[in-house]
């Protein structure tokens, strides 16, 4: 089944403590992205990654970083998380948004910070 | 100034009548506009994509896209309870790299 896949599904953890979010999608697809979802902000971009070992920051990459070693695996980590990246994470891929096609959303991250 | 403006609703619609939800975006040059239905707390799912002016049909769901006026519009029509969801209207920013920027969602409720 064509699918991207995030884990966890469920995360708290405490202030400063370094954690990772993966993704791994089995499209060979070679775009990948990640979102936060807040009440009254929508899905905001964090960052993005056109290719292997190519990443750029979205709208709000403050506080995260990622990494393209391979292309199926895109994760998100937290070098030292804050209770404002209290949120829910979904990582997306697309074949390539040129032209662009519709983005499939993993399963989602539901982060707290405390 | 937002880039991709919706109504957040909620869009109340009784039973079987059509749902019109409106969306409307900042850069001229956008070529490609999707609809994505999401459940609560759970990732969004893309209905319908659409890239030239005028109307698309995928079964209930009816797309519409006006690059002159920078607006696009989908329709449900026979809406059902279970179309209850947040539509979200997402835009491929051609001047932002390709990036897909999201609208805020318009909530709809179907009543039976």
């Known amino acids: 089944e064509a699918q991207v896949t995030q884990n966890p599904r469920y995360l708290i953890t405490v202030t400063g403590k370094k954690l990772t979010v993966t993704c791994s999608q089995n499209?060979?697809?070679?775009?990948m992205s990640w979102y936060r979802q807040d009440p009254g902000l929508g899905l905001r971009q964090i960052y993005y990654?056109?290719?292997?070992?190519?990443?750029d920051k979205g709208d709000v990459p403050e506080g995260y970083k990622v990494s393209r070693k391979e292309k199926r695996n895109f994760p998100l980590i937290l070098e030292s998380p804050s209770p404002n990246q209290t949120s829910l994470y979904f990582c997306?891929?697309?074949?390539?948004?040129?032209?662009?096609?519709?983005?499939?959303f993993g399963s989602g991250t539901r982060l707290t910070v405390v | 100034q937002k880039e991709v403006e919706q109504n957040s609703g909620p869009l109340s619609v009784p039973e079987g009548a059509i749902a019109s939800l409106n969306c409307t975006y900042s850069?001229?040059?956008?070529?490609?506009f999707f609809w994505y239905r999401q459940y609560s707390g759970k990732s969004p799912e893309l209905i319908m994509s659409?890239?030239?002016?005028g109307d698309k049909e995928d079964g209930r769901f009816t797309a519409q896209l006006n690059k002159a006026s920078q607006y696009v519009s989908l329709l449900i029509r026979d809406s059902q309870p279970s179309d209850s969801a947040t539509y979200l209207c997402?835009?491929?920013?051609?001047?932002?790299?390709?990036?897909?920027?999201f609208g805020g969602g318009t909530r709809v409720l179907v009543k039976p």
């Open positions: 499209m060979n697809h070679e775009y």
């Open positions: 997306a891929s697309t074949p390539n948004p040129t032209p662009p096609s519709g983005y499939t």
């Open positions: 997402a835009v491929i920013f051609k001047a932002a790299g390709n990036k897909l920027t």
């Open positions: 990654s056109m290719n292997v070992e190519v990443t």
């Open positions: 850069d001229r040059g956008s070529q490609s």
């Open positions: 659409i890239y030239s002016n």
